[in-house]
């Protein structure tokens, strides 16, 4: 596309997007309070059931005159669309925030603190690694209707049958050692000893599912101001770990390239990296015996990933506390946790919604729930996330092709750190744990 045509196109958008915002607003001679929306897609269940959500929400304010408008846009395009809007000054009233943008969004100025508006009953029932999450230099800008889970599954009949147990709670996780020797037993039996999703083509997918290598290991991602990253990424701790983990593909327990999204519907895999999402699709392959054990350790504590999808209140939010009530309802155990993780199998974000969800007493679930209460780390709320995600990454994937470890993360720090070095807002001391 010519530069002109996208110049032009660009500033289309930013149009449509401010009229639509104003369209949404009542009009001034009527009582009602239009509080604006904006949501990722999601899948289909998903978003009948935010739907559902905000329409009941309506009904139960109605006497309040208080009326919330939700627009969801396609998940790719969500980050572009708030940029936009952001730059024409018609950000809606609420915002879903996905993790990582947490900390950009905030250094940018596009949500505001939300800390008046948390009672310290509602903080203290969240999932403490969701209040990480949504915590930027000090101040709590997002809270969540829940959270993911990282976790490895295996075919029963495979590991078994070769005399292995793996552990189910998070205390007797595996040390590294021990994982690669469960893979080496199972090799002669599998396809894929390993599946790591190695073909996921985002680059939040390899800071997700492997930065747990690197925390058990005692690493970081970037330093605690948030923009130190060359001695950090590239640290030995970091090298020792990433490491290991290339130990994966040089042993050939697992496949850089891997393309199956679901290795145990064909058979291939003994054992499978991977989230919470794919729970339903594992109950729901025929003759399938899976387990779900905890990640394992590189070093001497364990530690598992987590992360998703939250509520913030924009920078361009007239009424925050009108627009914190339908935050409120979204983080309401029964009117907003219950049916969003019903239709999305995620994991609920608050303590007191686990009551109304019973099979998170008992495996695989309860491992879900045990790792988010105690060992989940965030991924780093910096300003330069997304580039230090995107160095990472690519480091990733060089290392699991057999580039050198310690030259690929040096390389990702130098890289990150060139952006970091252009931030003229540097952040004070951070209480955040990256």
Same mark, same amino acid.
């Given at each position: 596309m010519p530069v002109r045509a996208r110049i032009f196109l660009v500033g289309f958008v930013a149009v449509v997007i401010w009229a639509t915002a104003q369209c949404r607003r009542a009009p001034e001679d009527t009582d009602t309070q239009v509080i604006t929306v904006w949501a990722h897609h999601g899948r289909e269940a998903e978003n009948l059931a935010m739907r559902r959500i905000i329409d009941a929400f309506n009904e139960a304010h109605r006497a309040l005159g208080l009326r919330a408008e939700i627009t969801f846009f396609p998940d790719r395009q969500y980050a572009d669309k708030v940029s936009i809007a952001s730059a024409s000054g018609s950000l809606p009233d609420v915002l879903e925030v996905d993790g990582p943008y947490v900390g950009p969004w905030a250094a940018e100025g596009l949500l505001q603190p939300i800390d008046d508006f948390v009672r310290s009953e509602l903080r203290d029932d969240m999932l403490p690694s969701l209040i990480q999450q949504g915590t930027f230099r000090g101040s709590l800008y997002t809270l969540g209707a829940f959270d993911s889970a990282l976790v490895v599954y295996y075919n029963r009949d495979i590991v078994e049958k070769n005399g292995l147990m793996?552990?189910? +709670? @998070? /205390? /007797?996780?595996?040390?590294?050692?021990?994982?690669? #020797?469960?893979?080496?037993?199972?090799?002669?039996?599998?396809?894929?000893?390993?599946? @790591?999703?190695? #073909? /996921?083509?985002?680059?939040? &997918?390899f800071t997700y599912a492997f930065s747990p290598l690197i925390w058990s290991n005692g690493g970081r991602l970037i330093g605690a101001d948030g923009l130190t990253v060359v001695g950090v990424l590239d640290s030995p701790e970091n090298t020792a770990a990433i490491r290991r983990w290339q130990d994966l593909f040089q042993r050939k327990l697992a496949e850089p390239t891997s393309t199956n999204p679901n290795p145990f519907a064909a058979g291939l895999a003994a054992f499978d990296w991977t989230g919470h999402w794919m729970l339903p699709s594992f109950e729901h392959t025929e003759g399938?015996?899976?387990?779900?054990?905890?990640?394992? +350790?590189?070093?001497?504590?364990?530690?598992?990933?987590?992360?998703?999808?939250? &509520?913030?209140?924009?920078?361009?939010? #007239?009424?925050?506390?009108?627009?914190?009530?339908?935050?409120?309802?979204?983080? /309401?155990? !029964?009117?907003?946790?219950?049916?969003?993780? +019903?239709?999305?199998?995620?994991?609920?974000? $608050? +303590?007191?919604?686990?009551?109304?969800?019973? !099979?998170? !007493?008992?495996?695989?679930? $309860? @491992?879900?729930?045990?790792?988010?209460?105690?060992?989940?780390?965030?991924r780093p709320r910096t300003a330069i996330y997304l580039s230090l995600t995107s160095a990472f990454a690519r480091a990733l994937r060089d290392i699991a092709l057999g580039a050198d470890v310690q030259t690929a993360l040096r390389q990702a720090a130098e890289s990150a750190q060139r952006v970091a070095n252009r931030q003229h807002d540097k952040p004070g001391p951070s209480d955040n744990r990256p």
């Open positions: 793996p552990p189910g +709670r @998070l /205390d /007797d996780a595996w040390t590294w050692d021990q994982f690669l #020797d469960a893979l080496e037993h199972v090799k002669p039996h599998a396809a894929v000893p390993l599946s @790591l999703h190695m #073909d /996921d083509q985002s680059d939040e &997918w399938l015996r899976f387990g779900v054990m905890p990640l394992p +350790r590189t070093g001497s504590v364990a530690a598992c990933a987590s992360g998703s999808w939250c &509520w913030g209140l924009s920078r361009d939010c #007239d009424d925050p506390a009108a627009s914190w009530l339908v935050i409120e309802w979204l983080l /309401d155990p !029964e009117q907003g946790i219950q049916p969003i993780v +019903r239709a999305n199998g995620a994991v609920p974000g $608050r +303590r007191s919604a686990f009551a109304l969800f019973p !099979e998170y !007493e008992h495996m695989p679930r $309860r @491992l879900f729930r045990e790792q988010l209460e105690s060992a989940a780390h965030p």
